[in-house]
Structure formats: structure tokens, C-alpha cells
């Protein structure tokens, strides 16, 4: 009984200091310019996601800072996150065509990938059937393009940005834009434009967002990056 005692000791030692020790050390951190979420301003990366990242990084004793975060558009940011190894990607909308591409840490907050239209054409979506009779925008490899694809609509406007997909809305060369609803809205202001001239007409998904790790990632780690979640 001794032995097995000092067995499991010597076990929680190991196991602890392997906690304490930085596990994401080699981990490169990517984002993408989505407000409110996580956005650069001036020299530094903010939003809310961004807090709570930083925030379990401390937690789990981690040595990465704000300064570790790299942004880049959000094709190169899930490319990058999907064909490399030691990975930490946020802000991922969940979806089941994204489900086995990583690992998932969330979920940080509720978001709605929608369409949107100028409020003056009067669209009107019924199902997914009539999204065929239109012209839609949206960002490579952003959850709205992905949705468009996975529900056959083959020919999408694809831009690097929102601010693309935006002006091609307002010049009436797309006639519906695919995007967070959230960020759309706080973009459309910030641009000082008025919501009441855009307007939802369909919803695409309603999901949530989540930090997601590349798949070689531990399953020890992404249990305490869960565990360390601010709720």
C-alpha cells in the first residue's frame, strides 16, 4: 500500500508541473479583424474574445500576450489554422462542415450568419431555393461562404474583406451580403452608414462562436483551456 501511495504522489507531482508548464508555447495565435470580437486598433488587438483569451492564457500559465497575437485576413488565417500543426485560431463560428477540421474551446458568444440586403430593393428570401435568383457576397472561406457552398449556390462574389462586400452591396453589384450579423451591424455604423437602410432577409445559421486548436493539439490542453472559460 506504501508503494501505491508514493506511486500516486509522485504521479500528481508530474501531472502538476506539466499544468504549470507553458503548453501552448509553441503555439502560434491567430485572428481576424471582427468587431466586436477581436480587432486591431491602433497597436493592439482587442475585443471581446480577445479579453477572454488573454484572460485564460494567465490562467493555465501561459507566457503568451497580446503581442503573440498575429491578424491577417481570414482566408490565410483558416488556411494556415487547417493544413499546419500547433494552432490556436479564434473567432471560429462552429458549424458541421467545420466540426472535424479542429478542436473546440467555447463557446465565447451566440452569433447568426445572415443575409443581407439594402433595405430598398425589397428582397425576399422564402427558402433556401431563392437564394439562386441573386447575386451574394462574402469573405473566402468565411462561414457564410461555406454555408452558400454547402447549400449548392455555386457562383459567390467572393471578396478578402467586409468593407469589399459592403461597397459591392451598395453599388448594386451583389444583392445580398452573407455575414455575422453582429459584426456587420458594427461595421455598417463605424463606416458611418445607417442600419435602417440594410436589412436581414435570411437567416443562414444560427451558431455560436468558439477558439478552436489545430487537431494534433492535446486533448489534456483543450480540457483546461475549457476549464479556464470565463462564463
Known sequence: MRVIRIFILLLIIALSG??????????????????????????KIKGLSTEILLTMLKRIGSNKTMKDIELMPWARCFKTA??????LLYSTTRSIEREKLFKWV??????????FAKKGRKIKIENLNDIHKYRI????????????????????????????????????????WAYDEIVARWEIEKLGYKNSDYEVVYVLLSSDLYFTFSLDTPDLTVRQMRKHLIR
Do not use: W
Open 18 to 43: 506539466l499544468l504549470r508548464a507553458d503548453v501552448l508555447k509553441n503555439y502560434r495565435i491567430l485572428t481576424e479583424q471582427y468587431p466586436p470580437f477581436n480587432y486591431q486598433e491602433g497597436e
Open 137 to 176: 457576397g462574402a469573405i473566402r472561406d468565411d462561414i457564410g461562404h461555406h454555408l452558400l457552398l454547402s447549400n449548392h449556390y455555386k457562383q459567390v462574389d467572393l471578396s478578402a474583406d467586409m468593407l469589399s462586400n459592403l461597397n459591392k452591396l451598395n453599388a448594386n453589384r451583389i444583392d445580398l
Open 82 to 87: 487547417t493544413e499546419n500543426k500547433g494552432i
Open 106 to 115: 467555447g463557446p465565447i458568444a451566440p452569433n447568426r450568419i445572415c443575409l
